[in-house]
């Protein structure tokens, strides 16, 4: 193994993130998603036949056809421009001044290291500079950026970055308290710890602020 390669699986194991952008080529959509579901369906074929599988027998010989589409549909379809929901905003018109949160919205991802799951809950919150915008599409941005290979701390800014451009405002802020299946059930194999991460904008950098949100977040509001 050489050294960049030893580098690479250290960075991988310790879940350290490479920017906010997800790293993409330039060609990355330049097939159709039949295509390819059909070039990761004859991956995954050539996996499971590598790991010893019978491919013939009837309860795995439909697998990589369902892992193809899973990955291209589902669970990495936030890779695609095309499925980003509509972050349509309203004028504030009854001038709602103070803290909005979402919180506990559902968080299910991939770890880019070991294509393991992450889930976990998401909260979020604005202060709205003049602009308001629907409680769905906040759960739809965070859906959206969460389906995709990801890395939690990248995921957190995403949220925050998009809805900071959709409320032309700064004062947008995100935690996520998230399990990690590469390091629950492989690895170190530590089943109860979890991973929180945050981004403050704006407003929510002040002490006062950032207090109140985290307050909120940590009320207890099942019904």
Known sequence: MTHNEE???????????????????ADAFDLADDEKINLIKKDVESILRTLGMD???????????????????????GLNPAKKPGSSTFENKYKYGEMLVEKNITVYSTCEHHLLPIV????????????????????????????????????TMQIVQELQ??????????????????????????IESSTVTSEFGGKFKEEAVRREFLDYIKLDTQF
């Open 165 to 190: 451009k959709a409320l032309n405002t700064l004062d947008v802020a995100c935690v996520i308290d998230a399990k990690h299946l590469c390091v629950n059930s492989r690895g170190i194999r530590d």
């Open 55 to 77: 491919l013939t027998d009837d309860s795995i010989k439909g697998t990589p056809n369902r892992v193809a589409k899973m990955f291209v549909k589902e669970i990495f379809g």
């Open 7 to 25: 580098y690479r699986d250290e960075i991988g194991d310790d879940h350290i993130g490479s920017g906010a952008e997800t790293p993409l080529r």
């Open 120 to 155: 976990g809950r998401a909260h979020v919150a604005y202060i709205s500079n003049g602009s308001v915008i629907g409680l769905s599409k906040m759960n739809r941005i965070v859906d959206f950026y969460a389906k995709r290979p990801q890395v939690q701390e990248r995921l």
